[in-house]
C-alpha cells in the first residue's frame, strides 16, 4: 500500500534498518507450501503462533518479512500470506543457532505475537507468490558473486608475488596456474550468468530459471574455487583470521567454510527442479 511504501522504503533506502527472512520452520523446508506457522484474524489484528527455522542474520535485523497461514482450509499454497513484524514486538524470541562459517541464527518462535492490520503485505492468501517473486530476485545471488570475485582476485595476486618464504611465485608452478586459469574462466562464466538476471531484472522482465542457474553454478563455482586454494596454500589455509600466519587474513578459510552452504533460497536440488521445469519445460 502507499502507507507501507512511505513507512518502510526511506529507511531501506537510507539504510537504516536490516530485514531477516521468515520462511523455513522446523517441520517445513523445501516444501515451503506445507507451513504451519498460523496467522489468525482476531478484529484489527492477526494473532501469530509457531514457529521458524534458520533465521540469518536475525540478531543484527530490526524487521522480519515472513510467511504464515492464514486459511488453514485452503490448499496449502492457497491460504498463505505474507507480513513484515518488528522484532521487538512482544512474544517474538530468538533461539540461536549456529552456522558452520561463524554467523549466528536463529530459530525464531512466536507466542500470540499480535500485528496490525497495516502489517499484512499484499492481499492475504496471496502471500506464496509475493514470496516466490521475492525468491527470484534472491537466487540471482549477484552479491555472492561480488564476495567471491574479491576474494579470488586478491588470491590470484598472492599467488603471483613471492612466496612468504622467499621462494618462486606459487603461480609459476604449471599446476598452480592451470588451476587459476581454470577458476578465472568459471569466475567470468558465473558473472556472465549474474549480469544477464541484472539485465533482465532492469529491463522490467523477472529472472525465474535464470537466477536458478546463476545461483547453482555460483554456489558450485565458489567451492570449486575454496577447494582449489585450499590445497594451492596446504596447512596454512586452514588458519583463521586473527593468525599472524593466516594467508590473505583467513579468508580462504572462512570462504571454505562458506562454500559448504551450498543451498540458499532453496537446496540444489530445488534449484536443477526450476531449471527442468520452467527452464526447459521438461515434465514434473
Not at 39 to 60: C, W
Not at 72 to 97: E, N, V, W, Y
Not at 115 to 124: H, R, T, V
Not at 203 to 221: I, K, Q
Request: aromatic fraction near 10%.
Amino acid at each position: 500500500t502507499p502507507d507501507q511504501k512511505d513507512r518502510y522504503l526511506p529507511a531501506i533506502a537510507k539504510g537504516e534498518v536490516e530485514y531477516c527472512q521468515g520462511f523455513s520452520e522446523p517441520n517445513v523446508g523445501s516444501d515451503l507450501g506445507s507451513l504451519e506457522l498460523r496467522a489468525e484474524r482476531d478484529g484489527d489484528e492477526y494473532v501469530l503462533n509457531g514457529s521458524k527455522m534458520f533465521t540469518s542474520y536475525a540478531y543484527h535485523a530490526d524487521y522480519m518479512y515472513l510467511l504464515a497461514r492464514t486459511d488453514p482450509q485452503a490448499q496449502k499454497h492457497r491460504g498463505i500470506s505474507m507480513f513484515i513484524a518488528d522484532l521487538k514486538t512482544l512474544g517474538i524470541g530468538l533461539t540461536p543457532l549456529p552456522y558452520i562459517n561463524g554467523e549466528m541464527a536463529a530459530q525464531t518462535t512466536f507466542d500470540n505475537v499480535r500485528l496490525p492490520l497495516s502489517c499484512l503485505i499484499g492481499e492475504e492468501n496471496r502471500g506464496w507468490y509475493h514470496a516466490m517473486t521475492t525468491l527470484d530476485y534472491e537466487r540471482s545471488g549477484l552479491w555472492r558473486y561480488a564476495n567471491v570475485r574479491r576474494v579470488f582476485d586478491d588470491f590470484v595476486e598472492f599467488c603471483n608475488d613471492s612466496s612468504p618464504d622467499g621462494g618462486q611465485p606459487l603461480a609459476e608452478h604449471p599446476l598452480v596456474r592451470h588451476q587459476l586459469a581454470q577458476r578465472r574462466l568459471g569466475m567470468e562464466t558465473w558473472k556472465l550468468l549474474c549480469w544477464n538476471v541484472a539485465w533482465m531484472q532492469s529491463s522490467g522482465a523477472l529472472p525465474n530459471s535464470e537466477a536458478s542457474v546463476a545461483f547453482l553454478y555460483g554456489s558450485e563455482e565458489r567451492l570449486r574455487f575454496a577447494e582449489m586454494a585450499m590445497e594451492v596454500l596446504g596447512p596454512y589455509a586452514t588458519l583463521r583470521s586473527g593468525s599472524p600466519l593466516a594467508p590473505l587474513l583467513g579468508n580462504i578459510e572462512g570462504i571454505h567454510r562458506e562454500a559448504m552452504h551450498l543451498h540458499g533460497a532453496g537446496t540444489t536440488e530445488i534449484h536443477r527442479n526450476i531449471i527442468a521445469q520452467r527452464g526447459l519445460g521438461m515434465p514434473r
